[in-house]
C-alpha cells in the first residue's frame, strides 16, 4: 500500500480542549469530518471555523492539499455573527388541499431537521418523502442559505405513493 492511500488519524479539539480522533484518507475532502464533528456534538457546520497548522479550512480541502500529517490537531472555534443566525419562516404544503404548514428555520441550519420535525408532525417516514423547492428536489445536508430561501417560500411536499 502506498504511502498516499494510507488513512492518517488526526484529532479535532475544540475550545474547552476536549477532542475527537478521526481516520481519514489525505485525498478525501474534509466535507465528511467536519459534518460529522458538528453532528456528534449537535453543531450547525456553518457556525464553526476549523484549522490546522495556522490555515483555516474548507470544506473542499484534502488533508494532503494542506499538508495534513498523521497526528495533527484541527482546531474547532465557534464563530458568531454579532446579530447572531438569522431565520427565516417557510412553508411546507402538502398536495392534500390543506393550508401550509409554517416552519422558522435558521439560515445556517441543514434542511434535514425541518424535514425531519414535518414527518413527526404529520406521522410520515422522512425517507420516503420528497421536499421540493422552486421545482427542484432539496438535499438534506443543504440549508436554506444555501438553496437561497428567504421568508414566506414554500417547500411542496409530495405525497407519499404506496406500491400494491
Not at 145 to 153: A, L, Y
Request: with cysteine; hydrophobic share 35%; aromatic share 6%.
Amino acid at each position: 500500500m502506498d504511502q498516499e492511500s494510507r488513512n492518517i488519524v488526526v484529532k479535532v479539539r475544540n475550545q474547552a480542549g476536549s477532542s475527537m480522533r478521526f481516520r481519514i484518507n489525505p485525498a478525501t475532502q474534509l466535507r465528511g469530518l467536519m459534518l460529522s464533528y458538528c453532528d456528534w456534538n449537535e453543531l450547525v457546520v456553518d457556525d464553526i471555523r476549523f484549522s490546522c497548522n495556522g490555515r483555516n479550512l474548507h470544506r473542499d480541502d484534502t488533508p494532503k492539499q494542506v499538508r495534513m500529517k498523521e497526528g495533527d490537531v484541527i482546531y474547532a472555534v465557534q464563530v458568531m455573527d454579532q446579530e447572531g443566525p438569522k431565520k427565516i419562516l417557510v412553508f411546507l404544503k402538502a398536495m392534500d388541499g390543506r393550508p401550509p404548514t409554517p416552519f422558522r428555520i435558521n439560515q445556517a441550519t441543514p434542511l434535514m431537521k425541518l424535514m425531519q420535525a414535518y414527518c413527526d408532525q404529520k406521522g410520515l417516514e422522512v425517507d420516503n418523502v420528497p421536499f421540493l423547492y422552486a421545482g427542484r428536489r432539496l438535499d438534506r445536508d443543504a440549508t436554506p442559505q444555501q438553496v437561497n430561501m428567504e421568508d414566506d417560500d414554500v417547500i411542496d411536499v409530495l405525497p407519499v405513493l404506496r406500491g400494491s
